[in-house]
Every structure is written in structure tokens, then in C-alpha cells.
């Protein structure tokens, strides 16, 4: 049996001699198979074929692109990993200078953001909770700390990253109250006010596992971090009242 080959061009050329390829195929079992390639009307040998030396190097070379792939893959994502020094240390002054022109309080928190990677950079007296919440007791309160069904009396400052007020309650000329247990307060922030006593005052800073819905409706942006001011008024028992058909809760 004979097999022809030619291989035309894919681009216009100019006219040239195609030169066909005669393979003399003897058994199904390619054993000392003797080709014979005719160039230029001179008959050349070429070798006897051997399918098994042609599919180890096949294999061979399949290998190494796989290898060399490898490793340019575990280049680039060594390369996103990193983080210069020379990066950190500019995001920090860019915080600071931020936090600087919104004339953030003392002792503010710094963050470095690349993307959604954030590292805080706090003074040695804050505290970091195995949930991810950070606190300083500014000034610590005397009494009970609150409890489940307690309502408690609080004024609060809040802030993003920057250190741009975002809320508070000075502001709007009156405190806030609300009742603990009943999942109304940002799960960061209630945690945050559960241990601290009447009359004390903390920075909380909540990080975005533990803060707020987030969305167009609401101040706070994805993924931030949120700091708050707290001062803790008064804790307030509560109990459920009932006259005929109307019932409501007092605290006193």
C-alpha cells in the first residue's frame, strides 16, 4: 500500500514543486519499515520506523510543557502574593493623611487596603477578639454590664477607613436606645457594648464579617471596616406589660 502526502500552502506564493512522500508499509506490526523519500529524483534512505522510541519521546515532550507550565503558573501567583514594603509603607501615609484632612480623633486606627486585603495598624493598648473585633477602653464605666431583655442607653460617633464621620448621635441632639437579644444591633457592635459598664467609653472597630447590611439604602460601603465611638449611659431592666388587649414593654 502507498500513502502521498503533499502539503500546499496556505498563503499565495509564488509556483514551486511540491514534493510528495512515498512510506513503504510492509505488516501491521511496523517492524523494519523501510521508507524511502525521493528529493529531487535521488533516493535517499531514511531509517527503519519504531513506534514505540516515537511515542516515548512524544510523552517526553508533552511532560516538559506541562513542567514549564507549572512553573510560570507558580511564578505569577508567587508575584500576586507579595507585597512590597516600599507599597505598604505608601498606603499607610496615604491613610494617614486621609484620616489627617477628616480630622480623625486621637489614637485613630490606620488601614492599609490593597484591594480586599486590609491590615490594621493600631497602638499597642487595643485588643483583638478571636472574632475579629478590636477595642480600647478609653474610659472604663462602673456597675452591671448589660444583659439579654436589658435596654441600654448609649451615644455612638461612627467612622469609615478614612476617618470621615459618618453618624452620630451628638449630633442628632439625642441618645439611642435599644434592647440586647433581640438581634436590632450590628452584630459586631452589640458584642462590642455587651461587657462594657455604665458610664464607659470604648472605640470599637468592627470588621466586615461582624458589620452591617451593606447596599445603596445604608452609609456603610462593602467590605469596610467601621470604627465606633461608644459611651455607655445606662443599663435599664424591661418588662412586658399587658392591659386588655394592648400590651408593650417598659424598661425602668
Known amino acids: 500500500m502507498q500513502i502521498t502526502i503533499s502539503s500546499p500552502s496556505l498563503l499565495p506564493s509564488p509556483p514551486r514543486k511540491f514534493l510528495p512522500i512515498k512510506v513503504a508499509i510492509g505488516s501491521s506490526k511496523f517492524q523494519k519499515k523501510q521508507a524511502q523519500c525521493f528529493l529531487g529524483g535521488e533516493e535517499r534512505s531514511v531509517g527503519t520506523w519504531n513506534w514505540e522510541e516515537s511515542r516515548s519521546r512524544r510523552a517526553i515532550i508533552a511532560l516538559s510543557f506541562v513542567s514549564s507550565g507549572l512553573l510560570v ?24 493623611k486621609m484620616q489627617q484632612a477628616n ?51 448609649f451615644h455612638y460617633i461612627g467612622y469609615n477607613e478614612s476617618g470621615r464621620r459618618i453618624d452620630s448621635t451628638y449630633l442628632q441632639g439625642a441618645p439611642a436606645k435599644i434592647r440586647l437579644g433581640n438581634k436590632a444591633l450590628v452584630p459586631g457592635f452589640e458584642e462590642g457594648i455587651r461587657d462594657m459598664r455604665p458610664g464607659g ?11 452591617p447590611p451593606v447596599g445603596p439604602s445604608t452609609f456603610f460601603s462593602a467590605k469596610q471596616f467601621e470604627v465606633f465611638d461608644v ?9 412586658r406589660r399587658t392591659i386588655v388587649f394592648y400590651s408593650d414593654v417598659v424598661c425602668n
Not at 503558573?73 to 494617614?96: H, I, T
Not at 480586599?116 to 485588643?127: E, G, I, L, P, R
Open 103 to 153: 480630622n480623625a480623633p486621637e489614637d485613630f486606627p490606620n488601614f492599609i487596603r490593597e484591594g480586599f486585603q486590609v491590615k490594621v495598624v493600631t497602638s499597642d493598648n487595643y485588643v483583638k477578639r478571636d472574632s475579629g473585633l478590636i477595642y480600647l477602653d478609653i474610659q472604663v464605666g462602673k456597675g452591671d454590664c448589660p444583659k439579654d431583655g436589658q435596654q441600654v442607653t
Open 201 to 211: 467609653k470604648r472605640r470599637i472597630i468592627i470588621p466586615p464579617e461582624l458589620g
Open 231 to 239: 459611651e455607655l449611659l445606662n443599663v435599664q431592666d424591661c418588662q
Open 73 to 96: 503558573a507558580l511564578a505569577a501567583s508567587g508575584k500576586v502574593k507579595s507585597r512590597s514594603p516600599y507599597d505598604e509603607k505608601r498606603l499607610f501615609e496615604q491613610n494617614k
